[in-house]
């Protein structure tokens, strides 16, 4: 431990140099580091202090590598994985291998080192790791690292865009996204960040008793001007992981909007947020069809009835025709087997309709209508109710992970990045 004896207490301010280039702030990423030296938990708590990090969730562990597969094994991985490891370099691949088996496929791993190789370095960065640091470091270098990842010129956007529409107006497609929303953050504890698109009615506001500024019209109004600090003005939050940008909800005027005006702010909050919701109205315009051929994951909300079905049909075969080489939308079926209702079943529907069903929302008068009134998510009136299983569950498709377990993470994963590439190689 005598190599960790510098000062590092002391939180790094961003230099003038970083202030000048208006250095940018890491996105509403989760991180979680694995230390196995307390020095090196301070190391990374010091650096939450930078200026860039101020958006980060970050928690540090104890435990190192093994802490971290042992913590995996039943908890869902976060955006960014630190480790800390002062095993031998011959045997850092196989933990790290061990590791990945347990991570979800998006997740990035920075590891903290103890000894210069260059053989190390190379064999771990061509596996996938992002970064290899050999310690002692600042925590400047840590912040930069992550900086590199997420902010770099050319880095990926983060952010997963899940778009969900009604066949029909009142289909509950509002309903379905904004739980949907609250079980992602709630399970996967990632920023999630709902746009409600429906300019003069839209219920993100009400649903989650909120009555902020006019988030997402001021947000679209602002076009250009709009950046990451006005972004954060215009956001409310609506729990922890969770927040909204909502719709104005006035009539005063009328929001003729262009094919291409909501996709700055769309691609804005991709760059910022690892997973936007997109709740879609019942429309069908330039900015809805163009927004259904850019997002990632089209989820087509209807209830069990012929004109529903007409109306999902003809969605997902536009969808489909539109972007041919991208993943078919999904469907949710809604209020199913409400009383004295004749319904088309489930499996028919989805069968006509060609689309993957992965969710069956049952129809509750009593338990939506209160959840409505209160302002509240279902999980929130009814935190054992089993049709939050369903919302979790077309949340961990929709994020990629199929068939969840317990911790949220699928069975039948691609594996980690930094697997793969091994195994390749
Ligand atoms: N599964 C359900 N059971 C009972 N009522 C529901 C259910 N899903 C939605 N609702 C109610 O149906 C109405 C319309 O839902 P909403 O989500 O606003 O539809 P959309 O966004 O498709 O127009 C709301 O009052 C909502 O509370
Ligand atoms: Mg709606």
């Given at each position: 431990m005598s190599f960790l004896n510098q000062d590092r207490k002391v939180p790094e301010e961003p230099s003038a140099a970083d202030v000048a280039t208006g250095a940018r702030l890491i996105p509403r990423i989760t991180i979680q580091a694995f230390c196995e030296h307390s020095q090196t938990a301070q190391l990374i708590e010091s650096a939450i202090?930078?200026?860039?990090?101020?958006k980060v969730a970050l928690t540090t562990h104890n435990g190192g590598l093994e802490g971290a597969i042992e913590t995996y094994r039943s908890n869902p991985t976060p955006n960014l994985i630190l480790v800390e490891t002062s095993a031998a370099p011959a045997d850092i691949p196989n933990q790290l291998e061990r590791l990945a088996e347990v991570c979800d496929a998006a997740t990035r791993l920075i590891v903290l080192g103890h000894v210069t190789d260059v053989l190390l370095y190379r064999e771990l960065i061509r596996s996938g790791v992002s970064e290899y640091l050999v310690l002692p470091v600042g925590p400047k270098a840590i912040v930069e690292a992550i900086s590199e990842l997420?902010?770099?010129?050319?880095?990926?956007?983060?952010g997963r865009t899940i778009g969900f529409i009604g066949?029909?107006?009142?289909?509950g497609s509002s309903t379905v996204a904004h739980n949907v929303a609250w079980a992602i953050s709630q399970t996967l504890r990632q920023d999630v960040l709902i746009l409600?698109?429906?300019?003069?009615?839209?219920?993100a506001g009400l649903n989650f008793n909120q009555d902020p500024p006019h988030g997402l019209a001021d947000a679209v109004m602002a076009n250009q001007k709009m950046d990451q600090t006005m972004l954060d003005r215009l956001m409310s939050k609506a729990a922890n992981h969770l927040n909204l940008l909502t719709a104005?909800?006035?009539?005063?005027?009328?929001?003729?909007?262009?094919?291409?005006?909501f996709e700055q702010i769309v691609e804005l909050s991709q760059s910022l947020t690892p997973i936007v919701v997109l709740d879609i109205p019942h429309q069908w315009n330039g900015w809805v069809k163009h927004t259904l051929a850019a997002i990632d994951e089209i989820v087509i909300v209807a209830e069990p009835d012929l004109a529903n079905l007409r109306n999902a049909k003809n969605i997902a075969d536009t969808v489909k025709s539109m972007r041919p080489t991208e993943a078919k939308p999904s469907l949710v079926i809604s209020q199913?087997?409400?009383?004295?209702r004749p319904e088309i079943s489930a499996d028919e529907f989805a069968s006509s309709v060609e689309c993957k069903l992965i969710g069956q929302v049952p129809f509750d008068a009593q338990l939506f209508g209160t959840a409505a009134n209160n302002g509240q998510m279902i999980a929130e009136v009814a935190?054992?109710?089993?049709?939050n299983e369903v919302f979790r569950a077309v949340g961990m498709h929709v994020t990629?992970?199929?068939?969840?377990d317990a911790a949220g993470r699928g069975t039948s994963l691609k594996l980690p990045s930094f697997l793969k590439v091994r195994r390749r190689a």
């Open positions: 202090h930078d200026r860039r990090m101020s997420f902010v770099a010129e050319g880095a990926a956007p983060i066949a029909k107006g009142g289909a409600d698109m429906d300019l003069p009615f839209g219920t104005p909800v006035t009539l005063d005027r009328t929001f003729d909007l262009g094919e291409r005006e199913q087997g409400m009383p004295r935190a054992n109710n089993k049709i990629g992970r199929a068939a969840p």
